[in-house]
């Protein structure tokens, strides 16, 4: 149950009004005279390099933005910019073989005192940080010796890289060493936010980038099939980032932060498609993009790929835009909502003799979309599917949370018919799955060439075909005004077998929302497991070895799962993660916790020896919720005896 305080927060919560859209506030205004930053995709090194040595000077400079459009709202930052050139954002990319010898002069030509960090990578965070009053300059000489990726950055006063909000947010810029052999060809990105806050009737003004630009304004990737991809990202925020690749699987070559790189040995990468990006930290991946078409990359956390995070003037709630949309009085005024800020567009051109998948032979499923008032917690209403079975529809107002797991078999083609008997559009991702680009689900994005999924409308319907390629446990979701639809419950499982599961031995936790997202509220306090605030405990068997799925799908939060009794926390054993097998070196025994972003899955085999209760705590990582999930271990069943 929900903690009495938090209670009572929520209840006073939901009497305010939930849909009506924050007001736009008045941005601060650019000082005259400052240059116009623009954004850097990280393609050209900066400086010149000479045997052996780079020479590089690089100004912070009062400047300007246009974080989205041309004509989309302009932006006060300070900005780095090499000698000669406009300010960059991300700031000018520092790129060199291992070895080579920089020759820094950084100059603050602001008005204000910065401290400068990162530019000299292995170096204690102490000792790298350096003063700089306004007008000030310093000359660094140092060596990059230790191949890897890293970001060096400014902050205002003596504050440091974690402390920035806005005018000082985009003073970052990448550090790419590569070892004496060289590196295959790849892509950096830069993650940088601008926020701004004001008071608590008007909170804050957001813009969430990739590169300097927020979707659909960000780099579009052309990539061909069967091309070997690498992505180098950075994350420069205080913030977490699930950052989730659509179609494929990636490999996790090395996980850092901004001073330091930490490779990872080919047997010991990670297979996955969703991975938690830490605060300050780095990401370097590699995938081959098998199949052509319209894909993504972009961050999981709903907040920072919808209208939350754009400076445009579109309605912050998007249960408000959906409203708009379908309203009598204000007919086709906002329209459906868009993706925006973490998102990167990658179109994967066909390779030679392609053949478009056909599913002969396919199993039907009817997915029905729908919404239910008054089902979820404080009256609010439901949204969520539920699949039809034989020639009856089910009521129009039946909906089940989660919604229903959908068993597939490996290898299998199948045809999902999803009717969309809400009042507004929707589409659905099958998260995870190696499929077909028009099929993933991304309104006005999924597709190739002319062939683009499209919004599906009320009363209208799509058909999903695709053959699941293995076996592995997956989230399926709306990818459509995803804090509004996926919040309040259109998400459920994709459990992908050989043959038909036990489920006395194969358990499934869902965790996801429960309730609408609150104006003004950048997190829900609302979530469910397994569709309940007091979820049902499951049963096990002393002595027998039990498969726990656990899919994390909440579109607002970090979820802790510790499985636990009074005296001790569990051990289990990791079997695989975002529905990919984990090889024998890394299917290890270990203490029974994780902590899970939206969109990841993991599998844990967990044997209780004696009889009794364990407890899997579920809850936000920070203050916000907490949800005990019990497990109830009876005693193992006597064998018959033998005549």
Request: charged share 20%; aromatic share 8%.
């Amino acid at each position: 149950m929900l903690a009495s305080g938090l209670l009572t927060g929520v209840i006073l919560a939901i009497q305010a009004p939930l849909i009506t859209p924050l007001p736009r506030v008045p941005l601060p205004k650019v000082s005259p005279g400052a240059v116009r930053a623009i954004a850097n995709t990280n393609h050209r090194p900066a400086g010149m390099r000479s045997a052996g040595v780079l020479t590089l000077a690089i100004d912070i400079v009062t400047s300007a933005m246009h974080p989205e459009g041309d004509t989309d709202p302009e932006v006060p930052i300070l900005a780095f910019a090499e000698r000669g050139h406009a300010p960059q954002v991300p700031g000018p990319l520092v790129r060199v073989p291992q070895g080579t010898e920089v020759r820094l002069t950084i100059t603050n030509k602001t008005d204000s005192a910065v401290t400068v960090g990162g530019f000299r990578p292995g170096v204690s965070a102490a000792n790298d940080s350096i003063g700089l009053a306004a007008g000030a300059s310093r000359e660094l000489r140092y060596r990059l010796t230790i191949p890897g990726t890293y970001f060096y950055w400014g902050a205002l006063g003596n504050s440091n890289w974690s402390d920035r909000l806005w005018y000082d947010s985009q003073l970052n810029g990448a550090i790419v060493v590569d070892p004496s052999d060289g590196s295959i060809k790849d892509h950096i990105f830069v993650i940088s936010e601008w926020f701004h806050p004001y008071d608590e009737n008007r909170p804050f003004e957001v813009v969430s980038l990739i590169n300097g630009k927020a979707w659909p304004h960000t780099e579009r990737l052309s990539l061909q099939q069967g091309d070997s991809t690498r992505f180098r990202v950075i994350n420069t925020i205080a913030l977490h980032h699930p950052m989730h690749l659509h179609g494929f699987y990636y490999r996790v070559e090395a996980r850092g932060s901004w001073d330091k790189d930490g490779p990872i040995t080919r047997a010991m990468q990670p297979l996955l498609n969703t991975d938690l990006l830490a605060p300050g930290g780095t990401l370097t991946l590699s995938f081959l993009p098998t199949t052509p078409g319209n894909w993504l990359f972009h961050c999981h956390f709903s907040f920072h790929m919808d209208e939350s995070v754009t400076l445009a003037g579109s309605p912050r709630d998007s249960a408000e835009a959906a409203r708009l949309a379908h309203s009598p009085h204000d007919p086709g005024k906002g329209g459906e909502h868009h993706m925006r800020g973490l998102v990167i567009g990658l179109q994967v051109k066909p390779a030679a003799g392609y053949v478009e998948y056909k599913a002969e032979h396919a199993r039907n499923i009817r997915l029905l979309a729908q919404k239910k008032p008054a089902q979820l917690i404080a009256g609010a209403t439901a949204y969520g599917f539920v699949v039809q079975s034989g020639d009856s529809a089910p009521a129009r107002d039946s909906v089940r949370l989660p919604a229903p797991v959908l068993e597939l078999t490996r290898g299998q083609p199948v045809r999902i018919t999803v009717v969309n008997n809400l009042d507004e559009p929707t589409g659905v991702h099958w998260h995870g799955l190696e499929i077909e680009s028009f099929p993933d689900g991304v309104a006005n994005w999924s597709g190739m060439g002319d062939h683009i999924f499209p919004p599906v409308a009320p009363g209208d319907s799509f058909v999903a075909a695709f053959t699941p390629p293995r076996s592995g446990t997956f989230p399926y979701h709306s990818h459509l005004n995803e804090r509004h639809q996926i919040q309040s419950g259109m998400y459920g499982a994709i459990i992908v077998t050989d043959q038909p599961r036990d489920p006395a031995h194969d358990h499934l936790i869902v965790a996801g929302g429960g309730g609408p997202a609150i104006e003004a509220k950048i997190e829900s306090p609302f979530a469910l497991v397994n569709g309940r605030r007091a979820p049902r405990p499951l049963t096990l068997t002393a002595g027998e070895v039990h498969r726990l799925r656990i899919v994390s799908v909440h579109p607002d939060w970090r979820i802790a799962f510790t499985l636990r009794n009074d005296s001790a926390v569990a051990r289990w054993r990791a079997v695989a993660k975002d529905g990919a097998d984990l090889p024998l070196v890394q299917a290890t025994r270990r203490a029974a916790h994780v902590e899970m972003g939206p969109g990841e899955t993991a599998d844990f085999e967990f044997r209780p020896m004696v009889p009794g209760t364990w407890r899997l705590e579920v809850k936000s990582v920070e203050s916000g919720w907490y949800i005990p999930l019990e497990l109830i271990v009876t005693a193992a069943r006597k064998a018959p005896p033998r005549r």
